[in-house]
Protein backbone atom coordinates (compact mmCIF):
# COMPACT_ATOMS: atom_id res chain seq x y z
CA UNK A 1 0.00 0.00 0.00
CA UNK A 2 1.25 3.29 -0.47
CA UNK A 3 2.56 5.31 2.55
CA UNK A 4 3.74 8.92 2.95
CA UNK A 5 6.15 9.78 5.59
CA UNK A 6 6.94 13.58 6.47
CA UNK A 7 9.88 14.94 7.75
CA UNK A 8 11.34 18.04 8.78
CA UNK A 9 9.13 19.92 10.97
CA UNK A 10 10.29 21.63 14.06
CA UNK A 11 10.16 24.88 16.01
CA UNK A 12 11.53 28.42 14.42
CA UNK A 13 11.73 31.56 14.85
CA UNK A 14 9.74 34.12 12.43
CA UNK A 15 11.52 34.75 9.43
CA UNK A 16 13.22 31.44 9.58
CA UNK A 17 13.04 28.53 7.51
CA UNK A 18 12.30 25.35 7.46
CA UNK A 19 12.52 22.37 4.71
CA UNK A 20 9.98 19.68 5.04
CA UNK A 21 10.31 16.53 3.22
CA UNK A 22 7.83 13.83 2.30
CA UNK A 23 9.37 10.10 1.47
CA UNK A 24 6.97 8.07 -0.34
CA UNK A 25 6.67 4.02 -0.81
CA UNK A 26 3.86 1.31 -2.38
CA UNK A 27 3.42 3.08 -5.84
CA UNK A 28 5.08 4.90 -9.13
CA UNK A 29 5.53 8.01 -7.20
CA UNK A 30 7.24 9.56 -10.38
CA UNK A 31 3.46 9.23 -12.21
CA UNK A 32 1.15 11.06 -10.09
CA UNK A 33 0.79 14.56 -8.75
CA UNK A 34 1.13 15.67 -4.89
CA UNK A 35 0.42 18.08 -2.64
CA UNK A 36 0.72 19.93 0.99
CA UNK A 37 -1.53 21.06 3.84
CA UNK A 38 -1.33 22.01 6.74
CA UNK A 39 -4.32 22.27 9.49
CA UNK A 40 -4.37 24.41 12.69
CA UNK A 41 -6.82 23.39 15.88
CA UNK A 42 -10.56 23.81 14.76
CA UNK A 43 -10.09 24.58 11.01
CA UNK A 44 -10.25 22.24 7.65
CA UNK A 45 -7.14 21.21 6.55
CA UNK A 46 -5.85 23.86 3.83
CA UNK A 47 -4.17 23.60 0.93
CA UNK A 48 -0.78 24.90 0.45
CA UNK A 49 1.11 24.04 -2.46
CA UNK A 50 1.07 20.89 -5.34
CA UNK A 51 2.89 19.70 -8.29
CA UNK A 52 2.39 17.92 -11.55
CA UNK A 53 3.25 14.23 -11.59
CA UNK A 54 6.81 16.12 -13.86
CA UNK A 55 7.19 18.54 -11.39
CA UNK A 56 5.83 21.12 -13.56
CA UNK A 57 2.97 23.50 -12.57
CA UNK A 58 3.95 24.41 -9.06
CA UNK A 59 0.84 25.66 -7.58
CA UNK A 60 0.46 27.87 -3.75
CA UNK A 61 -2.34 29.27 -2.02
CA UNK A 62 -1.65 33.11 -2.32
CA UNK A 63 -0.70 33.23 1.46
CA UNK A 64 2.25 31.38 0.92
CA UNK A 65 3.57 32.43 -2.95
CA UNK A 66 6.50 33.57 -2.89
CA UNK A 67 7.54 32.39 0.07
CA UNK A 68 7.13 28.39 -0.32
CA UNK A 69 8.63 26.21 -2.68
CA UNK A 70 7.25 23.25 -3.61
CA UNK A 71 9.50 20.95 -5.58
CA UNK A 72 10.20 16.59 -6.61
CA UNK A 73 12.81 14.22 -6.46
CA UNK A 74 11.19 11.68 -8.32
CA UNK A 75 14.49 9.03 -8.78
CA UNK A 76 14.41 9.52 -4.79
CA UNK A 77 10.61 8.94 -4.53
CA UNK A 78 10.53 12.49 -2.50
CA UNK A 79 8.50 15.30 -2.17
CA UNK A 80 9.48 18.52 -0.51
CA UNK A 81 8.38 21.92 0.50
CA UNK A 82 11.02 24.68 1.16
CA UNK A 83 9.22 27.38 3.87
CA UNK A 84 11.54 30.51 3.53
CA UNK A 85 9.98 34.30 5.58
CA UNK A 86 8.00 31.74 8.10
CA UNK A 87 5.44 33.77 9.80
CA UNK A 88 3.48 32.49 12.95
CA UNK A 89 -0.02 32.07 11.17
CA UNK A 90 1.98 28.95 9.39
CA UNK A 91 2.20 27.09 12.42
CA UNK A 92 -0.04 24.50 11.52
CA UNK A 93 0.84 20.30 11.20
CA UNK A 94 1.80 20.01 7.72
CA UNK A 95 0.18 17.06 5.86
CA UNK A 96 1.65 15.23 2.54
CA UNK A 97 -0.81 14.12 -0.22
CA UNK A 98 -0.92 11.87 -2.84
CA UNK A 99 -2.69 11.42 -6.04
CA UNK A 100 -4.12 8.57 -7.24
CA UNK A 101 -5.12 9.62 -10.83
CA UNK A 102 -2.49 8.65 -12.99
CA UNK A 103 -0.48 11.65 -15.38
CA UNK A 104 -3.09 14.21 -13.86
CA UNK A 105 -3.08 17.39 -16.43
CA UNK A 106 -3.82 19.72 -13.56
CA UNK A 107 -2.57 19.80 -9.55
CA UNK A 108 -5.66 18.87 -7.70
CA UNK A 109 -5.95 21.55 -5.09
CA UNK A 110 -8.79 19.81 -3.24
CA UNK A 111 -8.47 17.72 -0.35
CA UNK A 112 -11.17 15.16 -2.09
CA UNK A 113 -8.69 14.88 -5.28
CA UNK A 114 -5.85 13.25 -3.18
CA UNK A 115 -6.13 9.55 -1.83
CA UNK A 116 -3.03 9.28 0.26
CA UNK A 117 -2.05 11.30 3.23
CA UNK A 118 0.83 10.97 5.40
CA UNK A 119 0.75 11.48 9.32
CA UNK A 120 2.04 15.26 9.61
CA UNK A 121 4.39 16.91 10.86
CA UNK A 122 4.28 19.92 12.79
CA UNK A 123 5.33 23.42 12.44
CA UNK A 124 5.98 26.00 14.98
CA UNK A 125 6.43 29.40 14.27
CA UNK A 126 7.70 31.74 17.35
CA UNK A 127 6.99 35.99 17.57
Known amino acids: QVQLVESGGGLVQAGGSLRLSCESSGHTFGRYAMGWFRQTPGKEREFVAGIKWNGSSPTYTDSVRGRFTISRDNAENTLYLQMDSLKPEDSAVYYC????????????????????WGQGTRVTVSS
Open 97 to 116: AGDATLLRSVVPTLETEYDY
